[in-house]
């Protein structure tokens, strides 16, 4: 059982389009992450969410973490083709492993 | 910020051999990782190399399989041994900074076991 679920898993969408990725779990998290990797890299930190319905902004990315704290969405407006990758949404279990978890995933392709 | 390297970037190995994949931080830090990332999949713990000590693995994955060393804070190896194909993944080392909540990713090493 996938502790965090994303949707959709795949995205194809055409350039200036906007699109939403969830991200969701039954549990509660104090934090959560979101991550975009590129083919032939590792995943890259896009943004930090702490409070339950903060909302917060990059560019034309947009990210709110759920009120109650167990989902989080990302949404892009006007999407490009330098968007395209892996989104990934990740959580860090607070014990003394200080591991990251991730999420399914949703891949996008953002076509010219 | 934590700059990581991984050799090799990729090789290409016959079912029943061994791989050892190495991973070097310009840093020392504390909290190292490994991953496993299958085709078209997001990125599995594998475990975290603990330094001076064995590492600790999730569930599903054993230290007969996935021996990991970690002599020092700035190094670390994992080897994915007597490999068969279903082994075919991209393997990532990762680092956790821990002050500053950052976590960073190496490139990645892709293995594909013929």
């Known amino acids: 059982t996938q502790l965090l679920e994303q949707s959709p898993q795949f995205l194809s969408i055409q350039e200036g389009e906007n699109l939403t990725v969830y991200c969701n779990s039954s549990s509660v998290f104090s934090s959560l992450q979101w991550y975009r990797q590129e083919p032939g890299e590792g995943p890259v930190l896009l943004v930090t969410?702490?409070?339950?319905?903060e909302v917060k902004k990059l560019k034309r990315l947009t990210f709110q973490f759920g009120d109650a704290r167990k989902d989080s969405s990302l949404h892009i407006t006007a999407a490009q083709p330098g968007d395209t990758g892996l989104y990934l949404c990740a959580v860090r279990v607070r014990d003394s492993s200080y591991k990251l978890i991730f999420g399914s995933g949703t891949r996008l392709l953002v076509r010219p | 910020s934590a700059v990581i390297s991984q050799k090799p970037s990729r090789d290409i190995c016959q079912r029943g051999t061994s791989l050892t994949i190495q991973c070097q931080v310009d840093s020392q830090v504390t909290m190292m990782f490994w991953y496993r990332q299958q085709p078209g999949q997001s990125l599995t713990l594998i475990a975290t190399?603990?330094?001076?000590?064995?590492?600790?693995?999730e569930s599903g994955f054993v230290i007969d399989k996935f021996p990991i060393s970690r002599p020092n804070l700035t190094f670390s190896t994992l080897t994915v041994s007597n490999m068969s194909p279903e082994d075919s993944s991209i393997y990532l080392c990762s680092v956790f900074s821990g002050t500053a909540e950052e976590q960073y990713f190496g490139p990645g090493t892709r293995l594909t076991v013929t």
């Open positions: 190399a603990n330094q001076g000590s064995e590492a600790t693995y």
């Open positions: 969410v702490v409070t339950g319905g």
